[in-house]
């Protein structure tokens, strides 16, 4: 999180200055060489921001699908395992029992590839009993299905495999840029800035003053809020909120009395809202800033 930090005030630090740049045009116009390399930053500056934005596009969408095929697949084999379970408590096969008990226990909170993994479990091990779960409404369409929804999460986990590793690329890229901007500014604009600060006093302090943006990106946003429920305004607990920027993932949980609270670092995070008895959802690209205080309450939907 550390690094992503620092990229996000980098890229804040070069538009800022860049714009202080264009905004005295009249004043850098009058040294030649401050003219060419502020044409260099602007130049690099929308290649950061075209790249940047390539990278945003990339990620999106990306949680929202494999969220909700998790979902489609967890909830099948729920069912399944939980009709499973009756059928084997009602000739005491304790075996079967507990072998389908373990399995979905802890699924929901349980991390993509393990779920992915009892969830197909559950469709083995009902297939092997199957003739003697019709009367428990288990058939082998079932089954079928159940196991193509594993196989749809399972290819969007590859697909969530491959487009991490588009954007770990395009990262480097992007850090490339970075790297490529503060040698600009140090060796070329800083120099000759400082050289007008007998004659351009405000435009140097205004320049260097944009310089230090990059230091105030290291505050932390406050998001917080209240889950209810949307049928009764009900306040709700254990709602689990996600926040995911493509490389790590935070979670919250509401208390007793519906309220979270997280601490976020600047970046563009992708936010998954579940719980148990309710229909999950998901907001895309939500931009923190720093040093804000974000307040996003959520009605949850009961599942029918």
Request: glycine share 4%.
């Amino acid at each position: 999180m550390k690094k992503n930090i620092v990229r996000v005030n980098d890229m804040r630090m070069f538009k800022t200055t860049n714009e202080v740049l264009i905004s005295n045009q009249p004043i850098v116009n009058q040294i030649g060489g401050l003219v060419l390399a502020g044409v260099d930053l602007n130049d690099l500056v929308l290649r950061i921001e075209l790249k940047n934005a390539e990278i945003e596009r990339t990620t999106q969408g990306i949680t929202k699908n494999k969220h909700m095929a998790r979902v489609a697949m967890q909830t099948k084999a729920q069912l399944i395992a939980n009709r499973v379970m009756a059928w084997a408590n009602s000739v005491e096969d304790n075996e079967h029992y507990a072998t389908m008990s373990e399995l979905i226990g802890g699924i929901t909170v349980a991390s993509d590839s393990i779920c992915y993994t009892r969830c197909m479990n559950v469709a083995n091990v009902a297939e092997g009993v199957l003739i003697e779960l019709v009367n428990w409404k288990v058939v082998l369409a079932d089954i079928t299905d159940l196991k193509a929804k594993c196989a749809a999460f399972n290819a969007l986990m590859i697909t969530a495999s491959v487009v991490e590793a588009e954007i770990n690329t395009a990262i480097k890229v992007l850090d490339a840029m970075l790297k490529e901007g503060k040698k600009l500014m140090s060796q070329r604009i800083d120099k000759v800035v400082k050289s007008m600060k007998t004659d351009e006093f405000s435009f140097v302090a205004e320049y260097f003053a944009a310089r230090r943006v990059q230091n105030l990106g290291h505050r932390y946003t406050q998001f917080k809020g209240v889950a209810v429920s949307g049928l009764t305004q009900d306040e709700l607990r254990d709602v689990e909120i996600q926040f995911s920027n493509g490389t790590e993932t935070f979670i919250a949980k509401t208390d007793e009395n519906g309220k979270y609270v997280e601490r976020l670092n600047p970046d563009v995070y992708d936010i998954v809202v579940s719980h148990p008895q309710y229909e999950s959802f998901v907001i895309e690209g939500k931009r923190i800033e720093p040093g804000e205080i974000i307040v996003e309450n959520f009605e949850l939907k009961p599942k029918a």
